[in-house]
């Protein structure tokens, strides 16, 4: 099977080409093909004839979207659906990545893959927007909801809280927005399943259990053998400019019917960790 993975420079993406073996698979980032530009994905999806395209490129700044509405909605958007129909042309499979974040965060219990979409922020709203753009483009393509993504390839919450944690004596974290944090190397694992098991429809697909961004600080600085006191702190205390909703769980039902088991977010936590040293 030829796969083609749009992203391949992102936390996802290195994490997909890492763990994907047996199918013949190929990379590209924005400078192979820029999202943005619907005669090039057309062009490159023609040349290279996936059987799958996954689609793992976006403009992921939740803050930095908040002030780049125009950027934000080209990119997550209007470039999924270029994608979309380029492979509506050529025949080929599409998973599209997707957020928690199209989620109000009002519920108190896990997130179905058919709770209705309310997103609070401008990057929520072009995520929301792209899955329903698809849905109808390609009704056959494959939305996996993810969230608190972490691994060692960019930017994420454990690296941060990590270094935080070597130069202070105590950090402060926000203990009133609960969701599931998820390794890249667990989500990619999925990803490659949920294309060998040709998913369909929206899937949700996150580490087990579900902790606050305190909770999961205190656990990160608890396995790394640091003394760093980590203290919880309100949302209000510490406002952002992109709102997060406060609980976006998402549960495990889509995922357990295609027979995928996801490790704990602890256990990926420990595993991480290992990674990181290496
Ligand atoms: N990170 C999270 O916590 C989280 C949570 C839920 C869902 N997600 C979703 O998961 C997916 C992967 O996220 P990530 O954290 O791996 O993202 P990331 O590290 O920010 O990587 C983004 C990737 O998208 C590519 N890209 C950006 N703009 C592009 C454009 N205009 N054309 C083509 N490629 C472009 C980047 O390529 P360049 O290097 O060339 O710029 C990079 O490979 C995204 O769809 C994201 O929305 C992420």
Known sequence: MRVMILGDSGLL??????????????????????????????????????????????????????????????????????????????????????SDYVFDGKKNSPYEIDDKRNPLSVYGRSKAEAEMRLLDLLPDCCIVRTSWLFGTGGKCFPDTILKLASSRPALDVVDDQRGCPTYSIDFARAIVQLCHKDATGIVHATNSGNCTWFEFAREIVKQAGLPTEVRPLTTQQMPRPAQRPAYSVLSSASLDRLGIAMPSWQDAVSRYLQERKL
Do not use: H
């Open 13 to 98: 993406g290195q994490a997909l080409m890492q763990e994907w073996s047996g199918d013949e698979v190929l990379g590209l980032n924005s400078r192979d093909a820029d999202i943005r530009d619907k005669d090039r994905v057309r062009e490159t999806v023609e040349k290279i004839q996936p059987e799958w395209i996954i689609l793992a490129a976006a403009y992921t700044n939740v803050d930095g979207c908040e002030s780049n509405p125009e950027l934000t909605f080209t990119v997550n958007r209007d470039g999924a659906a270029y994608v979309a129909e380029a492979a509506r042309r050529t025949g080929a499979k599409l998973l599209f990545i997707s």
